[in-house]
């Protein structure tokens, strides 16, 4: 059996592909750093989105059938990552416009947490390679078994 909490990860994913791809690629990854920085063949920094997801959280809503049938969030943590900050914080706003209170099924409407923050890519000699611009969300989701 597999949980529902699956499928919303991969909807998440799929629906943030289809708004923002072919523009700026998607990528469930982690945080870049220089060496891990995704570049085109010419070794440009291309504009893209890396999607993290955070370990569920509970809410105040508990069930009375026990902690499976409660309310949890599923933080989503986006990036977009640019070697021009003013793009970043562009495609960052427009992932905000595209994301927030979207609903996939057994979930709820996508939320804004609270936190945004441009912060720099450096290199070891303190040049700066690229700009992230973070932006976090929290879907509520039902866990549940498929059969």
């Given at each position: 059996m597999a949980f529902s909490l699956d499928?919303?990860?991969e909807d998440i994913l799929e629906y943030l592909r289809s708004q923002m791809e072919p523009a700026q690629r998607v990528y469930e990854d982690y945080?870049?750093?220089?060496?891990?920085?995704?570049?085109?063949?010419?070794?440009?920094?291309?504009p893209y989105i890396v999607v993290q997801f955070g370990d569920l959280q509970t809410r105040s809503a508990y069930a009375m059938t026990g902690p499976w049938d409660d309310d949890y969030e599923l933080p989503v943590y986006i990036q977009s990552i640019s070697a021009d900050p003013k793009i970043a914080r562009r495609i960052s706003n427009k992932i905000v416009r595209v994301f927030l209170s979207r609903s996939f099924p057994w979930a709820g409407n996508v939320r804004k947490r609270p936190g945004f923050n441009m912060f720099t890519i450096d290199s070891s000699d303190s040049s700066v390679e690229a700009y992230a611009a973070p932006t976090f969300f929290n879907i509520v989701?039902?866990?549940?078994?498929e059969s």
């Open positions: 499928q919303i990860q945080i870049p750093n220089t060496q891990t920085l995704r570049r085109n063949p010419s070794g440009e920094i291309s989701v039902q866990l549940s078994e």
